[in-house]
């Protein structure tokens, strides 16, 4: 280090943390967005376990309405 002898102070390496909070406002932006897309996914997901059996069902009523008809 230095000379014992010396009246020097040394002082300590102060670094200092934080700032204007831009980065938690940011980090906050992202977590929101992913947290939207993730609803939004499964969502879409939900409607379409909807509308699959719907559309199977619609088919089929269809399906059989042309076997009864006289003619087919």
Not at 57 to 65: H, L, M, N, P, T
């Amino acid at each position: 280090m230095g000379d014992p002898s010396s009246n020097q102070e040394q002082r300590p390496v102060v670094i200092q943390q934080g700032g204007n909070g831009l980065g938690l406002v940011l980090a906050a932006l992202i977590v929101g967005g992913a947290i939207v897309y993730a609803v939004n996914i499964w969502s879409n997901t939900q409607q379409q376990r909807i509308k699959a059996p719907a559309e199977a069902i619609q088919k089929g009523v269809e399906s059989v309405k042309e076997a009864l008809q006289p003619g087919s």
